[in-house]
């Protein structure tokens, strides 16, 4: 059974940091490209970053110079490092795996999720 499980969520002041992890088991995703979305309440989900097979990067204009999304192909785990917070990032975090090794922003050509996890950010 193929898992992607999200962690590293929480409640943080507006400026501070934190960590989101996503494991990925029962299956290898080191040719797959990577991406972590968010949905905020009454808001539809959105890309926030995305990694290609090779490492290379896509951010939104909302969290570009502010967020880093890594991975490491060997613990068949994706991290996004999240810096300076403020409340509009407030939202559930995503991560997904996509169809092609391509980075790609459109919510369906990603075909496995995680649950996601919770970040709240107080002003």
């Known amino acids: 059974q193929v898992q992607l499980v999200e962690s590293g969520g929480g409640l943080v002041q507006t400026g501070g940091s934190l960590r989101l992890s996503c494991a990925a088991s029962?299956?290898?995703?080191?040719?797959?490209?990577m991406g972590w979305f968010r949905q905020a309440p009454g808001k539809e989900r959105e890309i926030v970053a995305a990694?290609?097979?090779?490492?290379?990067?896509y951010y939104a204009d909302s969290v570009q110079g502010r967020f880093t999304i890594s991975r490491s192909n060997a613990k068949n785990t994706v991290y996004l490092q999240m810096n300076s917070l403020k409340p509009e990032d407030t939202a559930a975090y995503y991560c997904?795996?996509?169809?092609?090794?391509?980075?790609?922003?459109?919510?369906?050509?990603?075909?496995?999720w995680g649950q996601g996890t919770q970040v709240t950010v107080s002003s």
């Open positions: 997904a795996a996509a169809v092609s090794s391509s980075i790609t922003t459109t919510n369906h050509e990603y075909d496995y």
């Open positions: 029962g299956r290898t995703f080191s040719r797959n490209a």
């Open positions: 990694i290609n097979w090779r490492g290379r990067s």
